[in-house]
């Protein structure tokens, strides 16, 4: 059985706006809440990007090239790095579309908002120059009293500005050195590779009697990133294409067959070996020269893209600039206009007071034993009971309804006998 469903509270109306600056304290804080909107909703919500089938038929190639490991024939390499370029080429062409698009639907809408939140500042400051006008005659005085502005609140809306008027420099500056760190990064792991390739074939010939073991030391890559926790510290900006376990080497007696053991028996021993580290050595620079390749395409994409959003950015940067300071003037205005009204208001109030104390001053008092006509009944010369303004005092302990005079009189002719007549106290 599903439990009854909580009661929600009602939602609490905002209240008035207390004053003018109250009010335009509302109207901006809804306008930096819609431009926080769009720049939420243009992040999470960017146009579809698709590569051309052609794009995508060669690049399905070059994966095909690249799975086999090693381009063998001068011809095939002439070919492999045909197609890499035209890859290159077509990818830089269509990366660079894709962000000029979304570069101009971003403008659109960033102009649409800033045209209508215009329309409503205006409309604001016609509202606070209307009702200003009609203060100032009111009061007697030329114009509102001009309030300084924050020196800090300008300055750091000055810098704002500046540091995204030079974002691109920034955000290029940024991809160069990251980027190289990147591909320093690869040449030390590829070193590292290579290095222990090196020490195997050393050992492997050492078994043949060709030559001695070498020292740790020969052919060690270079020390400056061959710790492990200095190469975590890099930036990755790109997929790395990092070397795994070092491969066995061939075999003399089958160069595809790597579980054979190697037969000191056979002058050519050596040569199979050196041969099989050649081969191995040539793997290694073509898969070394695919990851550089990568990291290349990732830089210029991303290079692509801030030179492409830089207008943008800096139409965000020069509008936000103005319409930020047109918000602080009106709301300067505003907080004059409010101390203005509260200074007329505290006039009036003080000027009202002060008639009421001299009406009261000079008006004439009233003679004693005069006021307002009552009633009084024939014969008995009592007055009716006086006005519910004036308390009458009950005797202690009496529980009798109480009556008034005219009851207590007695019964006379009627009324025509003798008339009423009104007397003042």
Excluded at 43 to 51: K, T, V, Y
Excluded at 259 to 267: E, F, G, I, N
Aim: hydrophobic share 35%; charged share 35%; aromatic share 6%.
């Amino acid at each position: 059985m599903s439990s009854p469903a909580r009661p929600q509270p009602p939602k609490t109306q905002p209240g008035k706006p207390k004053n003018s600056t109250d009010a335009f304290a509302r109207r901006l804080s809804n306008w930096r809440r819609e431009r926080a909107k769009l720049d939420l909703d243009l992040e999470q919500a960017p146009l579809e990007s698709r590569f051309s089938p052609q794009l995508a038929d060669l690049m399905a190639r070059e994966e095909a090239i690249v799975g086999e490991g090693c381009v063998d024939t001068p011809a095939r390499k002439a070919a492999a790095e045909d197609l890499y370029k035209r890859v290159d080429d077509l990818l830089k062409l269509e990366t660079r579309r894709y962000f000029e698009s979304a570069t101009a639907h971003a403008h659109r809408r960033w102009s649409q908002l800033f045209q209508k939140q215009a329309r409503e500042a205006t409309k604001v400051r016609e509202d606070l120059e209307r009702k200003t006008r009609a203060l100032l005659l009111k009061a007697g005085r030329e114009d509102l009293p001009v309030k300084a502005e924050n020196d800090f609140e300008a300055q750091e809306r000055l810098m704002r500005r500046k540091t995204a008027e030079a974002w691109r420099e920034s955000a290029r500056f940024d991809l160069r050195e990251a980027f190289a760190l990147q591909l320093a990064r690869v040449d030390v792991e590829w070193e590292a590779y290579e290095h222990r390739l090196r020490l195997d074939v050393d050992e492997k010939l050492a078994e043949l009697g060709s030559r001695a073991p070498p020292s740790p030391n020969v052919d060690s890559p270079t020390q400056r990133w061959k710790s492990k926790e200095k190469q975590e510290l890099l930036v990755h900006t790109a997929p790395v294409l990092s070397p795994g376990q070092t491969p066995k080497l061939l075999s003399p007696g089958n160069r595809h067959d790597s579980t054979k053991v190697l037969s000191p028996d056979r002058m050519n021993a050596r040569q199979e070996v050196e041969n099989a580290f050649h081969d191995a050595m040539a793997r290694v620079a073509f898969q070394k020269e695919t990851a550089r390749r990568w990291i290349r395409r990732q830089a210029g994409r991303m290079t692509s893209q801030v030179d492409c959003s830089e207008p943008v950015r800096r139409f965000l940067a020069t509008r936000l600039y103005a319409a930020e300071e047109a918000e602080d003037i009106t709301r300067l205005r505003c907080e004059a206009y409010d101390d203005v009204s509260r200074e007329c208001a505290l006039n009036t109030a003080e000027s009202r007071e002060a008639v009421l104390s001299r009406e009261t001053i000079n008006a004439p008092a009233r003679p004693a034993g005069k006021g307002d006509p009552i009633l009084v009944l024939p014969q008995t010369r009592r007055a009716t009971p006086p006005r519910a303004s004036q308390p009458q005092r009950r005797r202690p302990g009496s529980s009798q309804k109480r009556t008034f005079a005219a009851d207590r009189a007695p019964p006379v002719a009627g009324l025509g006998a003798a008339p009423v007549r009104f007397v003042k106290r």
